[in-house]
């Protein structure tokens, strides 16, 4: 069972740029949820989304935004990048029956 | 406003003996709690979790206790290994967890053989 990827690991842009973050779920999982994690704090949720539908968001500005496709993937996009926005990003999925999320191992976002 | 606290931010335990973690929570609707464990340079992985009709859950060497009239949860480790020292998160979620989780800070745990 091939568990949540994604990519890339390691990123650095600078301020104003866009970047887009790619996750593939776990085999047969249908809802994907983001989190991003600032160094020392806990996951915090931007959104998720349930069969390519957005089903829930986070206290986050709308230059977040995301996407899912028909295999479940997904991406998070951030416009105009700020140097606040530099932080681990998570990626989790999970069956809709409300099972656990399991996490991929984040891309960390470097803003100079 | 920090709705799920873990307010202690580092323990350390000597192999063998218990670990036991805290976390605190504010808000009355959550109804479904997790604990992950989370390695340097990997993301959280999942441990245990318990639903709020329940007051403890046991999986192995692993239990996590509730007490919703306090908002309190905890994580027994037992026997603790020194493969266990990594940062522990408690999350919280409504809807019966279908839904965003709201972690807590972490706390790092150390277990000294």
């Known amino acids: 069972e091939t568990g949540v990827t994604q990519s890339p690991t390691h990123l650095i842009k600078t301020r104003g740029q866009q970047v887009t973050l790619r996750c593939s779920s776990q085999s047969g999982h249908n809802t994907v949820s983001w989190y991003q994690q600032a160094l020392g704090q806990g996951p915090q949720f931007i959104f998720q989304?349930?069969?390519?539908?957005?089903?829930g968001r986070g206290n986050f500005p709308p230059r977040f935004s995301g996407l899912q496709f028909p295999n479940y993937s997904s991406e998070l996009n951030v416009n105009a990048l700020e140097l606040d926005d530099s932080a681990l990003y998570l990626c989790?999925?999970?069956?809709?029956?409300?099972?656990?999320?399991?996490f991929g191992d984040g891309t960390r976002l470097s803003i100079l | 406003d920090q709705q799920v606290k873990q307010n202690s931010p580092s323990l350390s335990v000597q192999e063998g003996r218990i670990s036991i973690l805290n976390c605190d929570y504010t808000?009355?609707?959550?109804?479904?709690f997790l604990w992950y464990k989370k390695y340097p340079a990997e993301g959280p992985t999942f441990l245990i979790s318990i639903s709020s009709i329940k007051d403890k859950n046991e999986d192995g060497r692993f239990t996590v206790f509730l007490n919703k009239s306090a908002k309190h949860l905890s994580l027994h480790i037992v026997p603790s290994q020194p493969g266990d020292s990594a940062v522990y998160f408690c999350a919280a979620s409504g809807d019966s967890g279908t839904y965003k989780y709201i972690f807590g800070t972490g706390t790092r745990l150390k277990v000294l053989a």
């Open positions: 808000n009355s609707m959550f109804d479904y």
């Open positions: 989304y349930y069969r390519e539908e957005e089903n």
């Open positions: 989790a999925s999970s069956l809709e029956s409300g099972q656990p999320q399991h």
